[in-house]
């Protein structure tokens, strides 16, 4: 019974081991079918690109417009909101002189009558004050001269009067005191002249006291109510004055603002709408539009003097040099040389839609032209580097690996993987120092075998995984 046991177990292992060892087999049959069905598929739709040396330039191409770098701006010289009745078209060619835009005048009209009856109004008020203030400057010299001294004079010629009266008083009074001791005058005689001369005295003082109050109190009170008169009066005037001149101003600011109204050519040349030039964000300038003091109406570009302002991605800025020579091409014309002129050192402000590309003015000036105009289409090409003979390698028959680039070789053996070597080329060839020699063909679908590579790794995941269970059974 043992041995009957023993036997099974024995071919049950045999077993075993020929189903293992014939499934390994299969495998190695489907992998060597995989991988010959791979290389027939590679080998078939393989293109290859022959290394040469070639000359290389490397250029930035990019479409811009035309513009002046000198434009004559009309500026609106018209306070508040106006409105244009009438505006020369855009791009005509005009004389100084020729009538370009008009604004709408009725509310200059109307301010022009306004202030201008203002303006007499102050007037009026102003000459009024005027001859106040002179009237009352005129009646302090009155004063002074006239009515204080006719005052003065006449105290003092009563206060004459009164001691002289005093003299011939204290004189009938010894006469009558004379009398009185000799017995021809009665006492009531010497005392009524007694007490006459005493009256007369405190007259006397009393007078002497209405002179002093007008020389020094009386005076002053009344020439500080007659300045004070004049300054209120001066004081009118130049309020007057100031405002009539402020209403007068008005009425001419207005009336120059009428002129303004009417917008003539100071030079001849071309016209052109202040939206036509790519550099300027303003709105329309069309008949009916509403336009601002300050702001630009038209412009008037010198011609000579023409420009390409293009907006380089900030990647790209660095490489730009100026005086680097561009190839200008304008549609209907052969194109021709130029060369940058400036590189601005501050991106353009953010466009609303533009996401977060960040760009630099690049500005690109023209040789002088016959028939070249603002707002035309241009195409710059912008040579940034040349090199008379390198290596090349089209950007196609490369592939970045972990930031290292290869290439595919095409050998005697098959395709065979280079890492590369590089430098900066142009949009379509990069340069290679190192890893691919002159002559020799490099594959330009290299992503077959970046596939193939893949679908081997695969196959030998799935290989292992299916060894696996073999090398446990077993």
């Given amino acids: 019974m043992a041995r009957f046991f023993k036997t099974r177990l024995i071919s049950w292992l045999i077993t075993s081991l020929v189903l293992v060892g014939t499934g390994f087999g299969i495998y190695k049959i489907a992998d060597a079918m995989i991988a010959s069905q791979q290389e027939e598929f590679v080998h078939k739709h393989r293109l290859t690109h022959t290394v040469q040396r070639v000359p290389l330039r ?12 000198e434009n004559h701006e009309i500026i609106c010289q018209v306070r508040g909101a106006n409105i244009i009745t009438s505006v020369i078209e855009n791009g005509a060619y005009v004389k100084k002189g020729d009538l370009l835009l008009t604004l709408d005048s009725l509310y200059i009209d109307e301010q022009i009558s306004e202030r201008s009856k203002y303006a007499h109004w102050s007037r009026s008020a102003a000459e009024h004050w005027r001859a106040t203030a002179t009237k009352r400057q005129l009646a ?30 204290n004189k009938i009074l010894a006469f009558n005191t004379q009398q009185f001791e000799k017995g021809y005058a009665s006492q009531d005689q010497v005392d009524s002249w007694r007490r006459r001369i005493d009256t007369h005295l ?33 004081a ?24 303004h109204c009417m917008v003539y050519a100071p030079k001849d040349g ?5 939206r036509s030039a790519s550099w300027k964000w303003a709105p329309d300038i069309t008949e009916g539009g509403t336009v601002y003091k300050e702001q630009v109406l038209l412009l008037m570009p010198d011609l000579d003097k023409m420009q390409v302002n293009i907006g380089v991605a900030e990647e790209f800025v660095d490489d730009i040099q100026v005086g680097m020579k561009t190839l200008v091409t304008i549609p209907g014309r052969p194109p021709f040389e130029a060369k940058v002129s400036e590189v601005a050192t501050i991106s353009r ?19 002088k032209l016959e028939n070249l105009k603002p707002g035309m289409s241009a195409r710059l090409e912008i040579v940034m580097n040349e090199m008379e003979e390198v290596v090349t390698v089209p950007l196609a028959a490369t592939v970045e ?30 340069v290679v120092t190192e ?33 696996g269970p073999g090398e446990a059974a077993l």
């Fill in 401 to 430: 690996i972990e930031d290292l680039t290869y290439c595919w070789v095409e050998t005697a053996t098959g395709a065979e993987q280079r890492l590369l070597k590089t430098e900066k080329g142009d949009d379509v060839s990069i």
């Fill in 140 to 169: 302090i010299q009155e004063y002074l001269e006239g009515r204080f001294v006719t005052e003065v004079m006449g105290k003092e010629l009563e206060l004459v009067v009164m001691e002289s009266d005093l003299l011939s008083f």
């Fill in 58 to 69: 490397v250029t930035l191409n990019q479409q811009g417009t035309l513009e002046s770098s």
């Fill in 270 to 274: 071309l016209v052109i709408h202040p």
């Fill in 349 to 367: 402000p953010p466009i609303i839609g533009s996401g977060d590309i960040v760009r630099y003015d690049v500005i690109v000036a023209l040789p």
């Fill in 202 to 234: 405190v007259g006397l003082d009393l007078l002497k006291s209405d002179i002093e109050v007008l020389k020094v109190h009386t005076k002053k009170s009344e020439m500080a109510r007659l300045e004070g008169q004049l300054k209120v009066a001066k």
């Fill in 236 to 259: 009118q005037f130049e309020a007057s004055d100031e405002r009539a001149e402020a209403d007068a101003s008005r009425r001419d600011r207005a009336v120059e603002e009428k002129e």
């Fill in 435 to 467: 890893g691919v020699r002159v002559g020799e063909k490099v594959v330009m679908n290299p992503l077959l075998y970046t596939k193939a590579n893949k679908a081997d790794d695969e196959v030998a995941e799935e290989g292992d995984s299916a060894s």
